[in-house]
């Protein structure tokens, strides 16, 4: 079976505050594929990256960057210089290789003051 | 204006009500999607479209019935909910299924559910 855990509920930042969303997965596939989404507070789920499991790579995207390691089977998030725009609920999610069920977190909702 | 396009927004009915959620995507996609958003849950996958056919049904009720009548419209059926089914119904869309990884679904804005 497969889970996604993100433990942080809400979290509360001061505009231009760096902030860190975990997200911790269990699978028992060698291949699989992860997946941050953004829901802001008009509901749509916007896709905001997708790794495979052969890529430990980092990435960065602006301020947005992510940190996969597979020996703790995390997949954390980071928001550099939040900005209240980035105020909305964010979700994990894990795919098996094959399929299309996406297996998301209860999401960690940022709350970003000005 | 979204490329995935929901209504109603809003939805509030009675447990022996029939009622129909759309949703159409001007993105030229030809696979949809139903997902279930519910209080503190995680997102629920219910049915997957592919060129028009059903290719997934995750266990859903038989309360919930969908229909694809072509790859840019997609409605969801409601008879005889309960209150436990209230919830952000989410619709969403790709080219080509998720399931192939070269692409990425486009979520519409969801129905937010109440059944009373």
């Known amino acids: 079976a497969q889970k996604v855990t993100q433990a942080q509920t809400e979290i509360s930042v001061v505009e231009k505050e760096d902030v860190t969303l975990d997200c911790v997965y269990e699978?028992?596939?060698?291949?699989?594929?992860l997946f941050w989404y953004k829901q802001p507070p008009s509901g749509e789920l916007v896709f905001l990256i997708r790794r495979n499991s052969f890529d430990e790579q980092n990435e960065i995207s602006g301020r947005y960057s992510w940190n996969f390691q597979k020996s703790t089977s995390s997949f954390n998030f980071t928001i550099t210089a939040s900005q209240v725009v980035d105020s909305a609920v964010y979700f994990c999610a894990l795919k098996k290789s094959s399929g299309d069920k996406l297996t998301f977190g209860t999401g960690t909702r940022l709350a970003v003051r000005p | 204006e979204t490329g995935v396009t929901q209504t109603p927004r809003h939805l509030v009915m009675g447990m022996t009500n029939k009622k129909s959620l759309k949703c159409e995507q001007h993105l030229g996609h030809n696979a949809m999607y139903w997902y279930k958003q519910s209080a503190k849950k995680p997102l629920e996958l219910m049915f997957v479209?592919?060129?028009?056919?059903?290719?997934e049904n995750n266990s859903v009720p038989s309360r919930f019935s969908p229909e694809c009548p072509n790859s840019s419209h997609l409605f969801l059926h409601l008879h005889t909910l309960q209150p436990e089914d209230s919830a952000l119904y989410l619709c969403?869309?790709?080219?080509?299924?998720?399931?192939?990884?070269?692409?990425?679904?486009?979520f519409g804005q969801g129905t937010r559910l109440t059944v009373v």
């Open positions: 969403a869309s790709s080219q080509g299924r998720v399931s192939s990884l070269n692409t990425e679904a486009f």
């Open positions: 699978t028992r596939d060698t291949t699989y594929y």
């Open positions: 479209y592919s060129l028009e056919e059903r290719v």
